[in-house]
C-alpha cells in the first residue's frame, strides 16, 4: 500500500512513541499541518506528540537526527514545540478531570450498594507509556444487574441530564463527560449475533479483578473478557465507519501488556464462530506491519496483506462518523441507513456473522419498538 509522507510520519511517531523502532529519522516530504491534522482525526495526537519530544531530545545527541530534522526552518521547528507541549497538557489536565469524575461516579454506586465495572477508557489507559496521554472519551461502565437500577438512582439523587441512546444503554452527562451505562455489554438491538456474545461476556464478567482509584474501589474485566469485549467493539465500530489509530493502538498495547495471559486458541475460536476472524488478522496485521508490534505477542492466523491495507485505508481516510443521539424514526433516517449499510457491505462480510438484510431489518424493528 502506498502511504502517503505524512501517514508514515505519523505512523513512525506512533512506533517512536511506543519504543517500538530504532528508525528516528524525519521524513522530509511530510507535511506537518497533514501530520498534525491527521493525528488530532486518529485521536492519537498527544502520543504523536510524545514521539516529537523523543526525537528532539535525540537530536541534542546524535548528529544524523539533527540533519533529518534539519528540513524544518525555525518557525515550524518552534510551532511543532509549542503543539507538543500544549497537546500534553491539555490531555494531562482532562486526563485529571476524568479521574476525579470516574472515582466520584463509582462512590456513589458504591454507596448505593452496586458493583460497577468499568470498560474500556480507564483500563487501557494504563497499557499507555503514560497513562494520561491516551484520548479520554466517555465512561462506559457496567453495573451487573442492577444497571437499571443504578440508572433509576442517578435520576433521583443527583442533578444529570440524560440523552437519547440505545435501548440497551442510559446515557447521562456528569461531571461534563457522556456516560454510558451499559444494560448489557453489547447492544441487542442491532445485531442479533451479539446475543451469543452477550451470553459469553456476562458469564466472563463474573471473573473480573478489583481495582482502587482515589481510594475508591471498582471492577476492572478479566483479559478473557477484554480480548472479546474489544475486539467486538472495534469491529462494530469499524463497520460503521468510526474506528481509529487509538482504538488499534488501544487494542495492540492491551495485548502487549497481557502476552502471558492471552488465550489466543480461545479467542480466534470465537472469532471464527462471530465471522470475525479475518477482521482480527487484518487488525493483527496493522499493529505488526505498521506500528511494530511484535508477530509473537499479535499472531497472524493467514495473511491477507490486501485486505490488512484495505482496512488500515479506511481508517486513515475515512472522515464519516455517526452521530450517537439516534434520529427520528423518518424516512430520512431509514435512506441515511440504507446507504450507510450498502457502503459498507465489505466490512459487514468481515465483521458480522448474519446478512447486511437481517442487519437492517433487525435494527429497524427494535427502533419501531422503542418509537424513534
Partial sequence: MELTHSQQ?????LRVALGQTDDFCWIADADMKEVIALAR?????????DGLKILYEKSETEKEIAQSLSSLNSEEDERLRF??????????????KYIRALSDLVNFFNSQGLRTMVLKGYGLSRYYPIPSHRLIGD??????DGGQRGSQLVKECLDVKFVPSDPNQDVFVFGNYIVENHLSVLSLSKHPSN??????????????TIH??????????SVKFNSVHLLRHMASDFAT??????HVLDWGLFVQSNREEMDWPFLWAIAHKSNMHRFLNALNSICVDYLGFSIDVL???????LLRDRVLTEILSSSYRESKRPLSMSIGYIITKINMLWRNRWKYQIVYDESLLQSFWYAMRNRIKVGF
Fill in 195 to 208: 446475543d451469543d456474545l452477550e451470553f459469553l461476556l456476562e458469564s466472563l464478567a463474573t471473573d473480573a
Fill in 83 to 96: 503543539i507538543w507541549l500544549g497537546e500534553s497538557l491539555r490531555c494531562e489536565r482532562e486526563y485529571v
Fill in 241 to 246: 465507519v468510526t474506528t481509529s489509530l487509538r
Fill in 9 to 13: 510520519m505519523l505512523l513512525r511517531l
Fill in 299 to 305: 499472531p497472524i492466523e493467514k495473511r491477507d496483506d
Fill in 139 to 144: 465512561i462506559d461502565i457496567y453495573l451487573y
Fill in 212 to 221: 482502587q482509584l482515589e481510594g475508591v474501589s471498582f471492577y476492572l474485566p
Fill in 41 to 49: 482525526r486518529q485521536e492519537v495526537s498527544v502520543l504523536a506528540c
